[in-house]
């Protein structure tokens, strides 16, 4: 089973208008991050937004918010006002276990959305 | 916050032969580093994990005599493709979790091309 869905292959916005990318995720550990990056062609990856799996609100950074619905195990990322520079791939991506003693385990990532965004 | 410098960005080779990149932290002690392969519009998948002075642990399917990962330094953590062939031509990053909070930070890549 794939621990991150990212369902929607290509998405399509106008310029100026908001936009949701969907990502749920599958986890049997009560710890775990949730994370946006964002990849333009270029292949730079891109942090955008963080979420932990014990945080009660949800994460906003500038323009991008992360809808995180626990029980329904989705975390999707939202973006405000699009912009041309927004085009891009975006990929959800999951930490398992927690960050103790400064180890991490590796991202988990989803396929990816290709966003687009229309003058 | 962490800076990974990734070299080369661009490499292209011929078949047979063999290419290294490199992964250095510039402002942290990388004790983990991890690994990526990405084909052409696909996700990122882990191929091995380099931990400072042990042997690198590889995902399943991933050949550890022809990717091999050397992390002899605290700063530098290198991936050497033996042999390479055309199949190997992708997209290669590096990430180590990012001292400085929670995440994680990203070489640049390099893309490789062998011919």
């Known amino acids: 089973a794939q621990k991150i869905t990212q369902t929607q292959p290509g998405m399509f916005v106008q310029e100026k208008e908001a936009v949701t990318l969907d990502c749920t995720y599958d986890?049997?550990?009560?710890?775990?991050?949730l994370f946006w990056y964002k990849q333009p062609s270029s292949g730079e990856m891109i942090f955008l937004i963080y979420q932990g799996s014990y945080d009660q609100q949800n994460a906003t950074e500038g323009r991008y918010s992360l809808n995180f619905q626990k029980a329904r195990k989705s975390a999707n990322l939202v973006i405000s006002a699009s912009q041309l520079g927004d085009s891009a791939m975006y990929f959800c991506a999951m930490r398992e276990g927690g960050t103790y003693g400064g180890s991490q385990g590796n991202l988990i990532f989803g396929k990816g959305t290709k966003l687009s965004v229309k003058p | 916050g962490a800076v990974v410098s990734q070299h080369p960005s661009r490499v292209i080779c011929k078949s047979g032969t063999s290419v290294k990149i490199e992964c250095r932290s510039l402002?942290?002690?990388?004790?983990?580093m991890f690994w990526y392969r990405q084909f052409p519009k696909q996700s990122l998948m882990l191929m091995a994990t380099s931990n400072e002075g042990s042997k690198a642990t590889y995902e399943q399917g991933v050949e550890k005599d022809k990717f091999l990962i050397n992390h002899a330094s605290l700063t530098l953590s290198t991936l050497t493709v033996a042999s390479a062939h055309p199949e190997d031509s992708s997209f290669y990053i590096c990430?180590?979790?990012?001292?400085?909070?929670?995440?994680?930070?990203f070489g640049s890549g390099t893309r490789l091309t062998v011919v």
């Open positions: 990430s180590a979790p990012d001292p400085f909070n929670y995440g994680y930070t």
């Open positions: 402002d942290f002690q990388a004790t983990t």
């Open positions: 986890t049997s550990d009560p710890s775990y991050g």
